[in-house]
């Protein structure tokens, strides 16, 4: 007899209820933009590393806002948000301001790098097994 | 039948997902991705597409001045993670704006009321109701009734997102089309879109200085994409 398995429960660090409607069970399709996100976002985030070193904040807003719109396909709208603050910020703020927002901000995404390579490997564990 | 479309968006996985939810739908053929604006309109000017889905803020130039610098005006969703552009959006006459990242439903919500705006605003007529193109005079929808109004008085359409403007020296009438469907009804006569939200009457024109035509007062931006047109229909000396 076939056991039917538990759908797959997102981390309770993530918006799983946004992410189901986004994914609609299609915990392959899932793993894949995982996988993207985990490729992608080192890319950009040199950017923003790049353009805070070199206090180009206009680079460095646009930067953010592209991780942003990232951070918003695996679930971390809650880190959309401070994106959000922070972007706004750079268009008002000198890099020493934007100093400790900077550094939380790298904080929040070392932390979210994190979930999602943790969210990724049990994405394709648990798809490995359903095949 | 589907619509064709471009993406025009920097970020791979937006893309993605919006190509796949297209092919999805199955309303909707992609007829390409673009990372950059500049790439973009190097399709455009070969080819001629439905719908845009347009995202704002990318390296070099935004999706506003894609649209800035386009010949026609096909139907434009704005795709991007910013709420501040809705009034930019409302500006340009988009039709929808999805706000990153989107669901499938909400994206077929989106192409629902794309479809039903395009019918609307371009009902079938039968052949023989369609008036001669040189008929001196046009009926505008307007207040409930059809007012005649003499084309030679029209000084320019501007476009209203769901409505037209036409402006005429004693009045302005306002009625419910796209810019579009009365760019083909004015096809080949004195009137010529000069940007993307307006028609100009070019007998009308007083002069122009630099990106700007003046008619009776009234100032009207040159779209970058419409200039070139405008130049050859006017009897430069």
Redesign the interface.
């Known amino acids: 007899m076939q056991k039917i398995r538990p759908p797959f429960v997102f981390d309770e660090n993530l918006n799983s209820s946004?992410l189901e409607?986004?994914f609609?069970g299609d915990t392959k399709?899932a793993e894949a933009?995982f996988e993207?996100?985990l490729k992608?976002l080192p890319v950009y985030w040199d950017r923003v590393e790049t353009a805070y070193h070199n206090r180009n904040l206009p680079i460095l807003g646009?930067s953010v806002?592209?991780c942003?719109?990232?951070f918003?396909?695996v679930g971390f709208t809650d880190l959309?948000e401070l994106c959000q603050q922070f972007e706004n910020k750079c268009s008002v703020n000198s890099p020493e301001e934007l100093r400790v927002d900077y550094i939380l901000l790298i904080q929040r995404k070392e932390r979210a790098q994190h979930v999602i390579e943790k969210e990724f490997a049990r994405l394709r564990l648990f798809n490995g097994e359903t095949d | 039948m589907k619509l064709s479309c471009i993406i025009v968006e920097?970020?791979?996985?937006?893309a993605?997902?919006l190509r796949?939810f297209c092919e999805k739908s199955d309303l909707v053929e992609v007829k390409g991705h673009f990372l950059n604006v500049a790439d973009a309109l190097d399709f455009l000017d070969r080819e001629r597409v439905d719908l845009l889905f347009l995202d704002v803020?990318m390296?070099g130039a935004n999706g506003f001045d894609l649209l800035d610098r386009l010949t026609y005006s096909p139907m434009i969703i704005l795709t991007t993670?910013?709420t501040e552009y809705a009034f930019n959006a409302f500006q340009y006459h988009v039709n929808d704006y999805l706000k990153?990242?989107f669901?499938?439903?909400r994206f077929v919500e989106a192409i629902d009321k794309l479809q039903q705006q395009s019918a609307e605003a371009a009902p079938a007529q039968p052949a023989s109701a369609a008036p001669p193109a040189d008929t001196e005079f046009l009926f505008i929808k307007a207040d409930d009734k059809l007012i005649k109004v003499r084309k030679d008085d029209i000084l320019f359409l501007e476009s209203m997102r769901d409505y037209v403007k036409f402006v005429t020296p004693a009045k302005n009438y306002v009625t419910y089309s796209t810019l579009k469907n009365m760019e083909e009804k004015l096809n080949g006569q004195t009137f010529l879109k000069v940007h993307r939200s307006y028609i100009v009457n070019l007998s009308k024109i007083d002069d122009i200085r630099g990106n700007t035509i003046y008619i009776l007062g009234n100032q009207i931006p040159i779209g970058k994409g419409h200039k070139e047109d405008l130049e050859a229909r006017l009897n430069i000396l």
Do not use: C, M, N, R
């Open positions: 946004f409607e986004l609609e399709y933009v993207d996100f992608d646009t806002h592209t942003k719109t990232l918003g396909y959309q | 920097d970020i791979q996985i937006a993605d997902f796949k803020e390296p993670s910013k990153k990242p669901t499938y439903k």
